[in-house]
């Protein structure tokens, strides 16, 4: 998870260094194809054994219509506003997940969950201060991306459900290239041979932080790997102070904490209570 922060850090602050001499659909289109072309080896796998199952693709077509959406707002926000604000409102992708799970798959939202969203609520209105200052495009354009990239993973959950993890991710490329193809087509400008590699490590390092990640994952429960994803924020908050010469705001770092406090409280809670349950009977009811 230390890995997968640096990664993420990475490029968040690549884009931030690109800034907005690149529309954002098309630095994102730039940076997917890059991302396709590492995952070319997953799809032809994939077509070699029969393709995706029946009734699939509809899903995945959502999926890369959600994260298309949620990737050209991201890119749009990760130009024009710090760093660290955008690191700390992309931690309320769990929020959306847990809403969304709730409204769309029927799971139930029990207190711990409640206050956890709301206690993640009040930590974005720290980071954001409406009505102390003006809220920029940038930070509506984060919003936006945070809910479209949890809806992405509350789909990704229930295709994981029927096709392997790998053909996943590859399916994720190419639709969201495909996506992205007719906006950045729209706003096309000239790309400089620098901004090519930019964009190439970009993805680079995109691909080695969700890899990292799925590691971690799979090494350590998430009540380890989730209190970890905090040093994304710290970091972030260093690289915007030292390489972009934004400010350190502690109302942003306090916002982010409470929310990434939040979560691993939840995280943690959760776990006993599976754990609890695996080893009560089951007639003893449901511990909320």
Same mark, same amino acid.
Request: overall charge positive.
């Given at each position: 998870?230390? @890995?997968?922060?640096? *990664?993420?850090?990475? %490029?968040?602050?690549?884009?931030?260094?690109?800034?907005?001499?690149?529309?954002?659909?098309?630095?994102?289109?730039?940076?997917?194809?890059?991302?396709? $072309?590492?995952?070319?080896?997953?799809?032809?796998?994939?077509?070699?054994?029969?393709?995706?199952?029946?009734?699939?693709?509809? %899903?995945?077509?959502?999926?890369?219509?959600?994260?298309?959406?949620?990737?050209?707002?991201?890119?749009?926000?990760?130009?024009?506003?710090?760093?660290?604000?955008?690191?700390?409102?992309?931690?309320?992708?769990?929020?959306?997940?847990?809403?969304?799970?709730?409204?769309?798959?029927?799971?139930?939202? @029990?207190?711990?969950?409640?206050?956890?969203?709301?206690?993640?609520? %009040?930590?974005?209105?720290?980071?954001?201060?409406?009505?102390?200052?003006?809220?920029?495009?940038?930070?509506? @354009?984060?919003?936006?991306?945070?809910? *479209?990239?949890?809806?992405?993973?509350? %789909?990704?959950?229930?295709?994981?459900?029927?096709?392997?993890?790998?053909?996943?991710?590859?399916?994720?490329?190419?639709?969201?290239?495909?996506?992205?193809?007719?906006?950045?087509?729209?706003?096309?400008?000239?790309?400089?041979?620098?901004?090519?590699?930019?964009?190439?490590?970009?993805?680079?390092?995109?691909?080695?932080?969700?890899? *990292?990640?799925?590691?971690?994952?799979?090494?350590?429960?998430?009540?380890?790997?989730?209190?970890?994803?905090?040093?994304?924020?710290?970091? $972030?908050?260093?690289?915007?102070?030292?390489?972009?010469?934004?400010?350190?705001?502690?109302?942003?770092?306090?916002?982010?904490?409470?929310?990434?406090?939040?979560?691993?409280?939840?995280?943690?809670?959760? @776990?006993?209570?599976?754990?609890?349950?695996?080893?009560?009977?089951?007639?003893?009811?449901?511990?909320?």
């Amino acid at each position: 998870m230390l @890995a997968t922060g640096l *990664c993420f850090v990475a %490029v968040t602050g690549i884009v931030r260094y690109l800034g907005t001499d690149l529309p954002a659909p098309q630095s994102a289109f730039i940076r997917f194809a890059f991302g396709l $072309a590492f995952l070319t080896p997953a799809l032809v796998a994939l077509m070699r054994r029969g393709g995706v199952p029946k009734g699939s693709m509809r %899903v995945f077509v959502l999926r890369g219509g959600l994260h298309t959406l949620a990737v050209i707002l991201w890119f749009y926000a990760m130009a024009r506003i710090p760093v660290a604000e955008v690191t700390a409102i992309g931690y309320l992708n769990p929020i959306v997940v847990s809403i969304g799970a709730a409204l769309a798959f029927g799971e139930k939202l @029990a207190p711990r969950r409640v206050g956890t969203i709301a206690v993640a609520v %009040v930590g974005a209105l720290i980071v954001l201060r409406p009505g102390l200052r003006d809220i920029a495009p940038g930070h509506w @354009a984060q919003l936006g991306a945070s809910v *479209c990239f949890g809806l992405s993973y509350l %789909v990704a959950k229930r295709l994981s459900e029927i096709v392997p993890a790998t053909v996943v991710v590859a399916m994720m490329a190419l639709t969201v290239t495909l996506g992205l193809a007719p906006f950045a087509a729209m706003v096309w400008v000239p790309v400089s041979l620098t901004q090519y590699g930019w964009l190439a490590l970009v993805a680079v390092f995109g691909t080695a932080g969700h890899y *990292c990640m799925t590691r971690a994952f799979t090494a350590a429960p998430m009540t380890v790997t989730q209190p970890v994803t905090f040093l994304q924020l710290v970091w $972030a908050t260093a690289l915007g102070a030292l390489v972009f010469s934004e400010p350190v705001d502690p109302m942003v770092i306090a916002g982010g904490g409470l929310i990434i406090a939040a979560i691993s409280w939840l995280t943690w809670r959760e @776990a006993q209570l599976k754990r609890r349950g695996l080893t009560q009977p089951q007639s003893g009811g449901v511990p909320v």
